[in-house]
C-alpha cells in the first residue's frame, strides 16, 4: 500500500520559515523522483519543486526560486521542502507527490500525499 504522508505545515508570519517533511512507503522510494505541488482556495493545483531519485537534480517554479530548497534522504524515505523568505501568496495545501521529473504537471503524478495546510499571514 502506497502512502506519502506530509507534516510541517501551519500557520506563520510573512518573512517566516516553514520546512515540510514526507515520508513514503509502498513503493520503491529510492528510484522514484518526488516533487511538491500545492493549490490555493479556488486556483488550480500547481508545480512547486521536483528532485530527481538521486538527489542530484532539482527544479523550481519560478516564483519559488532563491526561497524554497527540496531535499531528499531515501535512507529514511523521506522528502522535505525548505520555505523561507514566506510571502502571503504561498498559502496554499501543500502535497507531496511520486511522479516523473520532466512531467511537472498534476497528470504526471504516479502518488499524492493527503496533503499539509501552509497559512502565511500579513
Known amino acids: 500500500q502506497v502512502q506519502l504522508v506530509e507534516s510541517g505545515g501551519g500557520l506563520v508570519q510573512v518573512g517566516g520559515s516553514l520546512r515540510l517533511r514526507c515520508v513514503a512507503s509502498?513503493?520503491?522510494?529510492?528510484?522514484?523522483?518526488m516533487l511538491w505541488f500545492r493549490q490555493a482556495p479556488g486556483k488550480e493545483r500547481e508545480f512547486v519543486s521536483v528532485?530527481?531519485?538521486?538527489?542530484?537534480?532539482?527544479y523550481y517554479e519560478d516564483s519559488v526560486k532563491g526561497r524554497f530548497t527540496i531535499s531528499r534522504d531515501n535512507a529514511k524515505n523521506t522528502v522535505y521542502l525548505q520555505m523561507n523568505n514566506l510571502k502571503p501568496e504561498d498559502t496554499a495545501v501543500y502535497y507531496c507527490a511520486a511522479g516523473d521529473y520532466s512531467g511537472r504537471t498534476p497528470a504526471s503524478v504516479e502518488y499524492w500525499g493527503q496533503g499539509t495546510q501552509v497559512t502565511v499571514s500579513s
Open positions: 528532485i530527481s531519485w538521486s538527489g542530484s537534480s532539482t
Open positions: 509502498g513503493f520503491f522510494f529510492s528510484g522514484q523522483s
